[in-house]
């Protein structure tokens, strides 16, 4: 069974849709990336799953219609979204991020061990720990978002544009510590990102969005190969 499956999901934020009947299913411990230009449909998409836009047609994740449950039943189901801007407590240390990311869970000494496997993902906020996550640069708050996501413990983590903004060699630094977390964790993503030769480095799996609708899905592999993919998102 798949771990997420969303059969024919439409949304809107009001009058008229934005995304026109999409379905994709996703493995439990999979990962797919969510390709597409500006205004496809892919922070909507993640907007469906965790419940913040209104929705119609079905979204099971583990087997179960969470449609219309609004973003903090998903979250306590086990859905992190790591928005699109990232998301972090700008008044809050580095520190009181991740305990707050940790807010849900009853298991202190496992979260203590999480935070350190979070700091030894991200060395750089072992440095920044008593910062203000308004002081981190851009990256820094990026990695933050990602740990502070993964203190929750999700079962399926929702990486919104993780690149955005960010130096090229940050957003590789990041990406490259996303793609550790999958191999050491095996926990599921979707991944939606413009920079697709990042997204391919963690995916397995690929849908492509224009306009609200799934144009092309397949292997990484696959998409890769084809002309029409290598064009429009990896440089010819
Ligand atoms: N809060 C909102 N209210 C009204 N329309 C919105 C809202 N957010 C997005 N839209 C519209 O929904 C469509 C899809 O937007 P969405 O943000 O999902 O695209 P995207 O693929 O994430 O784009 P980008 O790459 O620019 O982040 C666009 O036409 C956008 O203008
Ligand atoms: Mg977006």
């Given at each position: 069974m798949s771990l997420l499956e969303l059969q024919d999901v439409t949304a809107s934020y009001?009058?008229?849709?934005?995304?026109h009947g999409i379905s994709l299913s996703l493995a439990e411990h999979g990962a797919t990336g969510i390709l597409g230009a500006n205004g496809a449909g892919k922070t909507t998409t993640l907007r469906a799953i965790s419940g913040t836009v209104r929705t119609t047609g079905r979204i099971l994740f583990d087997g179960r219609?969470?449609?219309?449950?609004g973003p903090d039943r998903t979250a306590r189901l086990g859905i992190a979204h790591v928005p699109e801007g990232r998301g972090t407590?700008?008044?809050?240390s580095v520190r009181e991020n991740l305990l707050v990311g940790a807010y849900?869970?009853?298991?202190r000494k496992q979260i203590a061990t999480d935070v350190d496997y979070c700091l030894d993902l991200f060395p750089q906020l072992q440095q920044r720990i008593a910062s203000h996550a308004a002081a981190l640069s851009g990256g820094e708050q990026q990695m933050l978002a990602v740990a502070r996501a993964f203190m929750a413990k999700p079962r399926l983590m929702l990486l919104d544009e993780?690149?955005?903004?960010?130096a090229p060699s940050t957003a590789r630094h990041v990406y490259e510590a996303v793609r550790r977390l999958r191999r050491e964790t095996g926990l599921s993503m979707l991944v939606v990102e413009q920079n697709a030769v990042l997204a391919f480095s963690v995916v397995e799996h690929v849908t492509v969005l224009e306009t609200g609708r799934v144009t092309v899905e397949g292997r990484t592999d696959e998409l890769m190969g084809m002309d029409s993919v290598r064009r429009a998102y990896l440089g010819g």
């Open positions: 009001g009058q008229g849709s934005v995304l219609d969470i449609s219309g449950l407590l700008p008044q809050l849900q869970r009853r298991d993780a690149s955005l903004g960010l």
